[in-house]
């Protein structure tokens, strides 16, 4: 038996998550497809992430088993000639059989850009959050320095129907850039909870809109859920970057 590795790219738009759900389209389903029809047998894909709807990726990582021959480099032209044009399969790799896309994972790196200019930009808009409100971004940046680290995220935390979630995450780096028009934040850590990117870029925009102060950011992320103040920032300006092994 064989085990594939493949580094996937896709736009979020239009699909309901990565994970397969019944009778909505889904990132896994297209591509556990795709393999299938290629291959001729059923295979079960296993992901370093499960991107929510409307997130996209440039470098999701996902792993199977086959016992079918078929070369890496075909296998890779197969899957781009059947896969619809929001996926692409960048990559794909024969490796150890005990690779495993999420217990290997040392960390993912995630970019949320948010457009500040007055007008948006028609073209882009599908992977940015336009936000056309003063923000502070040197406040931003101070907030960030309560969001690395070791870190209990419990008042960012969101119900994902499992229970015991770990609440505190390791971040290791989040590294602002205010290019032209766009704010970029790029955000490295081992693992994250549902939906937290999203939450902590809620956090930072709140802290530079003074909707929030910087002294109170340790109370908001110790709270309970219920006493939440920060907003959840909008799926289609975060892109999974890389995983990283």
Known sequence: MRKIKLIIAYDGTDFHGWQIQPEVRTVAGEIKSAI??????????????RTDAGVHALGQTADFQTDNSIEAGKLLLALNGVLPDDVAVKSVEEVSEDFHSTHQSKGKHYRYVIRLSGIDD???RKYHWWYHHKLDVEKIIDATKFLTGTVDFKGLEINSGKSDVETVREISEIKITNDADD??????????????????????????????QLEEIPEILSGKNEHRRTDVAPPHGLTLVEVFY
């Not at 790029?186 to 802290?207: T, W």
């Open 36 to 49: 299938e029809k290629i291959l001729r047998h059923e295979i079960h894909l296993t992901a370093a992430s």
């Open 122 to 124: 028609p073209l882009s």
């Open 183 to 212: 704010l970029i934040i790029d955000i490295f850590g081992k693992s994250f909870m549902y939906k937290l990117v999203r939450s902590m870029i809620g956090l930072l925009i709140a802290a530079g809109n003074g909707k929030i």
